[in-house]
Every structure is written in structure tokens, then in C-alpha cells.
T-cell receptor
Framework: EAQVTQNPRYLITVTGKKLTVTCSQN?????MSWYRQDPGLGLRQIYY???????DKGDVPEGYKVSRKEKRNFPLILESPSPNQTSLYFC???????????FGDGTRLSIL | KQEVTQIPAALSVPEGENLVLNCSFTDSAIYNLQWFRQDPGKGLTSLLL?????REQTSGRLNASLDKSSGRSTLYIAASQPGDSATYLCASPIWRYGGSQGNLIFGKGTKLSVKP
């Protein structure tokens, strides 16, 4: 089944404790992206990757890192999480940029 | 900077009604315009994609139109059903220097409720 898989689905953690949210797709897509969704602010892009080893900032990259060493994986890293990063996070992929995106089911992060 | 706006933020209609959801964008040099559906607690599902050279796109009871000159897209839902209840979002990829930049800008969505 074609899918985008995010893990974990839910996480409660404390300020400053490094965490990684994994994202994997099995569709051989070139383009991958991370978004956060907050009430009243909508869906905002954090980082995206046009292909392996090619990443770039979206609208809200501060406090986040990403890497794209393999085509299928695009982890989101919070080196020193803070409470303002409490949010619902989505990973998405598409065959290439501009094509319909497939979204994961989301990761709900709570930073205390 | 591209801004995407969706009005209204929420809409409640009786079952069977035809309805229109609106999406406006500030930069008409769009690559394409995409419509998504989001169910509570779930990720987004792609519904329709209209290329910048197209005027409309249809899938079942859904029809999306694009008017670049006025900076508008509409999603028409025919004969609405309670199962159509969800949040509908539109999104526009940014076009720059002859190629897309990689950013996808979303509207905040319209929350649709279809009453039985």
C-alpha cells in the first residue's frame, strides 16, 4: 500500500530534550516536506526536499533540522525543543514538486 | 509573498445542497492550485489539482475552477452528503525565476458541516 509513515504519532516530552520524528514513504517520491498545523495559523511549511541531499527552508524553519540521505526517509529533528514547538506535524511527499502530495497521519508533539 | 485566503472559515448546509468553497491568492503567477480535504485527527487527502493552464478539473461530484486573472479558485460540491463534512484546504506552489521554489502555501481552510 502506498503510504507516508510518521513515527511517533504522539509524544509528550520536556524542554531541551532532543527528539526526532521519522518520516518514510514507499512511493519512490522525489519531493518531501514537513508542515506544522496550529489553530488559527493553519498549515505552515517547515522544510522541504526536492531530492536526495537537497533540502531548503520553508516558512517556519527556526528550531528545526532535517536531512535527506535516502530517497524514502526525511526525518525532522528538534535539537532543543521548546514549548512553542508544541503542534501537530505532518510529513508529505509527491512524485516531484507541484504534484499531488500524500500526507502522513500526523504527529502530535507536546513540549512541556 | 503569496497569500492564500479561504472564505468562509466555516459553513453548515443541509444534505443535498450544492455548495461553493472559495480560495483567493495574491500572486497570479501560480504553478498550479491544489485542493485538499482533512478529516478530524487525520492528514490531508488530495482532491483536485488544476494546472495554471487549465480552467477547471472534475472528479465525481467535485469540480474545481481556476481564474488566475482574478486570483480565485472555487471548489463546487454537488448534492452534498454528510460524508462530505470535513475541512477543505487550497494550496498554491510558489513560482519563481522560471521554476517553482519548493514552497507550498496553504489557506487556513473552510470547515464544512453537512447536516442530515
Amino acid at each position: 500500500e502506498a503510504q507516508v509513515t510518521q513515527n511517533p504519532r504522539y509524544l509528550i516530552t520536556v524542554t531541551g530534550k532532543k527528539l526526532t520524528v521519522t518520516c518514510s514513504q514507499n512511493m519512490n517520491h522525489e519531493y518531501m516536506s514537513w508542515y506544522r498545523q496550529d489553530p488559527g495559523l493553519g498549515l505552515r511549511q517547515i522544510y522541504y526536499s526536492m531530492n536526495v541531499e537537497v533540502t531548503d527552508k520553508g516558512d517556519v524553519p527556526e528550531g528545526y533540522k532535517v536531512s535527506r540521505k535516502e530517497k524514502r526517509n526525511f526525518p525532522l529533528i528538534l535539537e532543543s525543543p521548546s514549548p512553542n514547538q508544541t503542534s501537530l506535524y505532518f510529513c508529505a511527499s509527491s512524485l516531484w514538486f507541484g504534484q499531488p502530495q500524500h500526507f502522513g497521519d500526523g504527529t502530535r508533539l507536546s513540549i512541556l | 509573498k503569496q497569500e492564500v485566503t479561504q472564505i468562509p472559515a466555516a459553513l453548515s448546509v443541509p444534505e443535498g445542497e450544492n455548495l461553493v468553497l472559495n480560495c483567493s491568492f495574491t500572486d497570479s503567477a501560480i504553478y498550479n492550485l491544489q485542493w485538499f480535504r482533512q478529516d478530524p485527527g487525520k492528514g490531508l487527502t488530495s482532491l483536485l489539482l488544476i494546472q495554471s493552464s487549465q480552467r477547471e478539473q472534475t472528479s465525481g461530484r467535485l469540480n474545481a475552477s481556476l481564474d488566475k486573472s482574478s486570483g480565485r479558485s472555487t471548489l463546487y460540491i454537488a448534492a452534498s452528503q454528510p460524508g462530505d463534512s470535513a475541512t477543505y484546504l487550497c494550496a498554491s506552489p510558489i513560482w519563481r525565476y522560471g521554476g517553482s521554489q519548493g514552497n507550498l502555501i496553504f489557506g487556513k481552510g473552510t470547515k464544512l458541516s453537512v447536516k442530515p
